[in-house]
């Protein structure tokens, strides 16, 4: 949608940018959907990362029809969604620093994964138990 450049945004240029109307940036700000800074002056800056959640946003309404209460729950969601990601992450870390204080005959058969998402486990668990039978 945009040129990646590193920086602040007003709310004019955001406007363009997105070829909506700065009140629906108000209004989405209103809502909590997204948070810009202030200057001393009171005015909205936006960053690279408030215009990548625009963009999710613009998404979802605009392509997918959405609702401001639906994309609240979708954006609640993925944040949360994040957050197990990172503590999976932070898991399999520890896992696999315990491991390595176990002789290697005792180690796990298959190298724990240095990256792991939620959708990949689900199939892990698939592959090992492809009936959902109890192991």
Do not use: C, W
């Not at 729950?73 to 204080?101: G, N, V």
């Not at 290697?104 to 090992?128: C, D, G, L, N």
Request: glycine share 6%; hydrophobic share 35%.
């Amino acid at each position: 949608m945009r040129k990646k450049r590193k920086g602040f945004y007003t709310i004019g240029m955001v406007a363009r940018m997105y070829n909506i109307h700065p009140q629906t940036l108000r209004l989405y700000e209103r809502e909590g959907l997204i948070k810009p800074q202030r200057t001393a002056g009171n005015n909205r800056l936006y960053t690279d990362e408030d215009l990548e959640r625009l963009e999710f946003i613009l998404t979802l309404t605009r392509e997918l029809g959405v609702n401001l209460a639906g994309v609240e729950i979708i954006l609640r969601m993925k944040e949360q969604l994040e957050e197990m990601q990172q503590q999976m992450e932070q898991l399999l870390e520890f896992i696999e620093k315990q491991l390595q204080h176990l002789p290697h005959e005792e180690r796990a058969v298959v190298p724990v994964p240095k990256k792991v998402s939620i959708v990949k486990i689900s199939e892990i668990i698939k592959k090992k138990n492809p009936e959902g039978e109890e192991e």
